[in-house]
C-alpha cells in the first residue's frame, strides 16, 4: 500500500494506523505548501486535491479519512482500529466523522488557512474567529467525550489517531487551550512508537 501524506497534515492519522497495523508500507510526500496538491500528477490520482490518499495493493484509490479508516480496521482486524462489536464501531465512526468534517474541516481549516474561506479582502481575521469558536467548542466536546479514560474507547484505536491530530494542531499551530485530559491524550500518544516513528518519518514536529 502507498500513503500519500503532506507533513503536519490530517494525513498524520492514517500514517500512524499503517505503523499500527505494521505491515510493509510506501509513503509519497505530497507538500500542500507547495501547492502539490494542485498538479496533474496528483489530480489524476485524487480529482479532490487531498490528502490522505491511499493507494491499495491492486492499484486502486481510497480516500476520506473516515473512509480509509473503516477499510484498515477492517482489512486488519487484528490490529483492533476499530472495536469490534456494532455500537463500539458506529460510535467510533460518529467520532471520526465528528472530528474531521466539523472539527477539523470547518474548526482549524478556517483558523489555520483562512484565505480558503475569505471573500472580501481583510475578512480573514473574521474567518479565523468562526475558525475557533468551532475548533475550540470541538475541543471542548471530545474532552468531555474522553473523560478520565485514557483513549477515546476505553482501548487505543483508530478515532485517537485522529483525536492526535487536531491536539496536535491545537498546542503546536492553533494555541487553542487543552483542557488537562486532551493535554494528557496527546502526551500519551506521543509515547507510542508508531505515534514517534510517523513524525520522524515525516519530518514533521
Ligand atoms: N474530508 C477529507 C479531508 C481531507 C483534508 O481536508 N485534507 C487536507 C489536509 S489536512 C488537504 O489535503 N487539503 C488540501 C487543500 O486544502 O488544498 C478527508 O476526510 O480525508
Avoid at 510506501?26 to 489530480?43: C, D, S
Avoid at 482489512?75 to 482500529?81: G, R
Avoid at 479514560?149 to 498546542?171: E, H, I, Q, R
Wanted: glycine share 6%; charged share 20%; proline share 6%.
Amino acid at each position: 500500500m502507498k500513503l500519500f501524506y503532506s507533513p503536519n497534515a490530517c494525513s498524520l492519522g492514517i500514517h500512524i494506523m499503517l505503523r499500527e497495523i505494521g505491515q510493509p508500507f510506501e509513503l509519497v510526500r505530497t507538500e500542500l505548501h507547495k501547492g502539490a496538491q494542485n498538479t496533474p500528477e496528483f489530480r489524476a490520482i485524487n480529482p479532490k486535491g487531498k490528502v490522505p490518499v491511499l493507494q491499495r495493493d491492486d492499484g486502486s484509490i481510497l480516500t476520506e479519512f473516515p473512509a480509509i479508516t473503516f477499510y484498515l480496521a477492517r482489512t486488519n482486524p487484528a490490529a483492533n482500529l476499530l472495536p469490534a462489536d456494532l455500537e463500539g464501531e458506529v460510535r467510533a465512526l460518529e467520532l471520526l466523522d465528528y472530528m474531521v468534517a466539523t472539527v477539523h474541516m470547518r474548526g482549524f481549516t478556517r483558523l489555520l488557512r483562512p484565505s480558503i474561506f475569505s471573500t472580501t479582502p481583510g475578512d480573514e481575521e473574521k474567518v479565523k474567529q468562526a475558525g475557533r469558536a468551532i475548533a475550540e467548542e470541538g475541543i471542548a466536546n471530545l474532552s468531555q467525550r474522553l473523560g478520565a479514560k485514557p483513549y477515546l474507547m476505553g482501548d487505543f484505536s483508530a478515532v485517537d489517531c485522529a483525536l492526535f491530530y487536531l491536539t496536535l494542531w491545537a498546542n503546536t499551530r492553533a494555541e487553542v487551550a487543552l483542557p488537562a485530559n486532551l493535554a494528557a491524550h496527546l502526551a500519551r500518544m506521543l509515547a507510542r512508537p508508531s505515534v514517534a516513528q510517523s513524525l520522524a518519518a515525516e519530518g514533521a514536529a
